[in-house]
């Protein structure tokens, strides 16, 4: 199929590198606040499950996602109004996923003013550093990442492109 065309909800897709300026146009026009929706993210996890998947439900960039511990999940609509089509994707009958993962505010309160009920998962929620801590990583609450990346730096031949 080609990354021109994105089927519509409920048929989806594989992510290619060609969705890249479309996506960051649609993450720039719809900011979203969670790590898991920029490009790299969704087309690094492309090969695992069914995770980074693309449709589109009216006018709505849907993204597939999948946690083992939640199942088949959608990533809050891209667009004008996630609330709505989130509102409106509840209520189909064959809803294909389990529900909708990094929901934040203020969709998940508008969703609540509906009648839905996100839920709030404190294990889930996003790290957010000091850019020098991450250069430097110093000191004892970094020695897990100095030595992963002694370890894949031992391992692998690493180059930047």
């Not at 009216?58 to 999948?66: N, Q, Y």
């Not at 370890?151 to 180059?159: D, F, W």
């Amino acid at each position: 199929m080609s990354a021109d065309l994105v089927p519509n909800y409920p048929a989806f897709r594989k992510v290619f590198l060609e969705d890249k300026a479309r996506m960051d146009e649609a993450f720039k026009r719809f900011p979203a606040e969670v790590s898991e929706m920029t490009f790299g993210s969704v087309y690094c996890w492309r090969g695992y499950a069914t995770r980074s998947r693309l449709s589109m439900y009216e006018g709505h960039l849907l993204i597939s996602w999948r946690r083992e511990q939640f199942g088949d999940l959608l990533l809050p609509p891209i667009g004008p109004d996630p609330a709505e089509a989130i509102f409106r994707l509840s209520l189909e009958k064959n809803l294909r996923f389990g529900g909708f993962f990094c929901l934040v505010d203020p969709v998940a309160t508008e969703l609540r003013r509906r009648g839905l009920e996100p839920m709030s998962l404190r294990d889930e929620w996003d790290y957010v550093y000091k850019t020098e801590d991450l250069a430097r990583l110093k000191g004892p609450s970094y020695h897990t990442q100095r030595k992963e990346i002694g370890k894949a730096t031992s391992q692998y031949k690493l180059s930047f492109e």
